[in-house]
């Protein structure tokens, strides 16, 4: 059932300054460094100054390693993976990160950041993370945090039920268009009971250990330490949060309960890595943070998203008259020919508008593509093959845009390790709340260039329009 958005307000007021202080020590105090996975670029979305690493070759971890910051990311894209790439992809990942933390004489915490509307590969990743880091470390992981918290996305979790806020109303995540997804849907209400369909029974919902919104308020960290003190076999703990200063409280808890020896496993949105990470409030870039290569050239967006909020994002978006609409028919990529004669339709026209100083924005048709089998590999597998054709209209372009802004999770990672060929980038932070920009390195196809990455769910409908108007001074 919806609730109104007014409810939030509602909601005892914590001592933000006294948690800060209690929490800084906390941090301090932990020598573990935290290697985030995401499994799209999004998940960068409440950090700057931050590193990303989109390969997990040994010298980009160690290098991560190396960094004075607690936290570093490597991009894994493995929402858009098989089963079997994804397993592959872990296991890899696992032990390249093993190896350099011994090396760099280290300990270490995974975060598996994904979807904060609980989109992606679970249980699997954090069950092959777990394998991992118990084969290579000799220890026993108590149990698995789960934190799909994200304010900035307008997702909130109260009594165990998790919202997802649309305009006034706070939907329940099962009863949006998220929950339908043809890979990664699901039809539990409660958080709890999530973790029931997804682990098939593994974990019953009544099991599940859930931290209450009235412990959070009631600041009673002691208890909220006790509830992860009593954490084994990987037992699952649901964090309920409407605002960050929950989550700092939670965090405070649970840094106590590591410092006793507890050893936990994160499946968590954006917000829980940036307290974690004891990360500093930044305010909203402008453009001559982002853009300090000037050029005469117009920028690109590149449009893969299909949510109904990104059909009506670039709806909005096209109350700019300045700027170039190019719709590539995504209908015609079961044939491999008229595909490849779309793609270069597209690019032509995409070259002209950029060289003439027009910004341009390409995005696929907007229904939906099936596979004929029905099957949700294949599904994934038709959608993979439209994104390559969507990052090619940025990895084939001759010239160089003004800035890049990529729609879609999927579509984000293939335009920013396969377009723009980015090895590490420095997240400079957010053009609008929950949406990143990344600097591209200097090894990347264009150097220097913001890449904007805009998440499918994120924003409210003005918000692409508002982003292109911050970067083009309109």
């Not at 941090?27 to 670029?41: E, G, H, M, Q, S």
């Not at 499946?267 to 829980?272: E, F, G, S």
Request: glycine share 6%.
């Amino acid at each position: 059932m919806a609730l109104k958005a007014d409810v939030l307000a509602s909601y005892k007021k914590i001592d933000e300054t006294y948690i800060d202080e209690l929490l800084n020590k906390e941090i301090a105090a932990n020598n573990k460094k935290i290697v985030v996975l995401d499994d799209d670029p999004t998940g960068v979305q409440t950090v700057h100054d931050i590193s990303v690493y989109t390969n997990w070759e040994k010298d980009s971890i160690r290098q991560g390693f190396e960094e004075e910051n607690n936290l570093f990311y490597v991009l894994t894209n493995s929402r858009g993976f098989t089963v079997e790439q994804t397993t592959k992809v872990h296991n890899e990942i696992a032990a390249v990160v093993d190896g350099a933390a011994k090396e760099d004489g280290k300990e270490y915490i995974f975060i598996s950041r994904s979807d904060s509307t609980l989109r992606g590969h679970f249980p699997l990743e954090t069950e092959l993370l777990k394998e991992n880091y118990e084969k290579n470390t000799g220890k026993t992981i108590d149990g698995e945090i789960l934190c799909p918290f994200f304010k900035e996305g307008g997702r909130f979790t109260i009594d165990n039920v998790h919202y997802v806020k649309y305009g006034n109303e706070l939907v329940p995540a099962n009863e949006t268009e998220f929950a339908k997804d043809k890979t990664f849907g699901y039809s539990a209400e409660t958080m709890p009971g999530y973790v029931e369909e997804k682990t098939k029974g593994a974990y019953q919902a009544a099991d599940v250990i859930c931290i209450s919104l009235e412990d959070i308020h009631n600041m009673d960290i002691d208890k909220i330490e006790g509830q992860l003190m009593s954490v084994k076999g990987f037992n699952k703990i649901i964090v309920n949060a409407v605002d960050y200063v929950d989550v700092k409280v939670f965090c405070v808890a649970l840094y106590r309960a590591m410092a006793k020896g507890k050893v936990f496993m994160f499946r968590t949105a954006a917000a829980i890595v940036k307290v974690m990470g004891g990360v500093s409030d930044q305010p909203l870039l402008t453009k001559e943070q982002m853009v300090v290569k000037e050029t005469a050239n117009g920028g690109i967006v590149v449009v893969g998203s299909h949510t109904d909020k990104t059909t009506k994002q670039v709806e909005c978006l096209k109350e700019l008259t300045d700027i170039e609409f190019i719709e590539l028919d995504a209908t015609l990529v079961k044939d491999d020919a008229a595909f490849e004669a779309e793609v270069q339709r597209c690019l032509a026209a995409e070259e002209a508008c950029i060289k003439a100083g027009k910004t341009v924005c390409c995005y696929t048709t907007r229904a939906l593509i099936t596979a004929d089998t029905g099957d949700k590999e294949d599904e994934l597998r038709l959608s993979v093959k439209i994104s390559d054709a969507v990052q090619s209209l940025v990895g084939r372009l001759s010239i160089t845009p003004s800035f890049v802004i990529a729609k879609g999770g999927i579509t984000s990672s293939d335009v920013g390790t396969k377009a723009l060929a980015v090895k590490k980038a420095n997240v400079l932070g957010q053009i609008r709340p929950g949406i990143p920009v990344w600097q591209t390195g200097e090894e990347s196809k264009f150097p220097m260039t913001p890449y904007i990455i805009f998440p499918g769910n994120v924003g409210e409908i003005t918000t692409l329009k508002e982003a292109v108007q911050v970067l083009t001074n309109k």
